[in-house]
C-alpha cells in the first residue's frame, strides 16, 4: 500500500516554472509513478510518468520539452519539474502510483493510489 501527498502548487505567470513534490509512505520504491492532472470541465489526463527504477520517462506531447519527471526512491519523492508554463497548463495536478502498467501509462485505472491532488495556475 502506498499513500501520496503532494505539494508545489501554487500560481504563476506565463513562462514561469514550478517544481512539484509527491512524497510515498510505504512501498513506494516498487511503484510505477505519474502525474496526471485535471482542469475544470475537462477529463483527468496523463502528464508525465517514471517506472520504479527510473531508467524510463514517459510525456504527454503537450508537455514534452517542458515538464521533466525525475524520481529519488531513497526519499521516497517523485518530482515534476514545469518550464515554460502556459496558460493552459492550469490545472490540479495528482500524482499515482502503478504496480503494473500493461495498457501504457495513460489509463487512469491502472493507478490504484492517488494524492490529493494541487492546484496550478498559470496566469498569463
Known amino acids: 500500500q502506498v499513500q501520496l501527498v503532494e505539494s508545489g502548487g501554487g500560481l504563476v505567470q506565463d513562462g514561469g516554472s514550478l517544481r512539484l513534490s509527491c512524497v510515498g509512505s510505504g512501498e513506494f520504491s516498487s511503484y510505477n509513478m505519474g502525474w496526471f492532472r485535471q482542469a475544470p470541465g475537462k477529463e483527468r489526463e496523463f502528464v508525465a510518468g517514471?517506472?520504479?527504477?527510473?531508467?524510463?520517462?514517459s510525456y504527454a506531447d503537450s508537455v514534452k520539452g517542458r515538464f521533466t519527471i525525475t524520481r529519488d526512491n531513497s526519499k521516497n519523492t517523485v518530482w515534476l519539474q514545469m518550464n515554460s508554463l502556459k496558460p493552459e497548463d492550469t490545472a490540479v495536478y495528482y500524482c499515482a502510483a502503478a504496480a503494473r502498467l500493461r495498457a501504457g501509462w495513460a489509463y487512469a485505472y491502472q493507478y490504484g493510489y492517488w494524492g490529493q491532488g494541487t492546484q496550478v495556475t498559470v496566469s498569463s
Open positions: 517514471i517506472t520504479w527504477s527510473g531508467d524510463s520517462t
